[in-house]
């Protein structure tokens, strides 16, 4: 996985709850969205805190939700549509380094493939960000 390094350098913990639902969706693109997410994970952690990633399936009616839940700093409610957006960042890049594009390829790689994304969350107490692809 291109995370490895990371997880080993921050001594994250990343469980994946099976079984995992079967998807339909573009197997690169779903890589994709999930390597920014867990990527997101790793990087939004308070500096004395190990990160903790659980990735787990949820069905639904026609769809599959996957969940990408984390123990990191959170977003206050009045971010959480503008996160998506292209270039968008609440914090400094001296702070959490990145380009602010991680996002806008989650929300776009899902809606490209029929499905769509969202986040729940609160400042200090981690996030829930989800997909939702069509399911097999």
């Not at 867990?38 to 939004?44: R, Y």
């Not at 001296?94 to 986040?119: D, F, N, S, W």
Request: charged share 25%; hydrophobic share 40%; aromatic share 6%.
């Amino acid at each position: 996985m291109q995370l490895d390094g990371d997880i080993k350098r921050k001594r994250a913990e990343v469980k994946v709850e099976l079984p995992i639902t079967t998807i339909t969706a573009h197997p690169g693109t779903t890589r994709q969205i999930l390597a920014n997410l867990v990527c997101n994970a790793l990087k939004f952690v308070h500096p004395e805190r190990a990160p903790v990633v659980s990735i787990r399936t949820e069905p639904r009616e026609r769809a599959v939700r996957i969940w990408v839940e984390d123990n990191g700093i959170g977003i206050a409610s009045e971010h959480r549509d503008r996160i998506f957006g292209l270039f968008e960042r609440l914090h400094t890049p001296q702070a959490y380094p990145g380009t602010g594009i991680g996002l806008a390829l989650v929300r776009k790689g899902c809606e490209r493939m029929g499905g769509c994304a969202g986040v729940e969350s609160e400042p200090e107490r981690g996030s829930r960000f989800w997909v939702e692809l069509p399911a097999a």
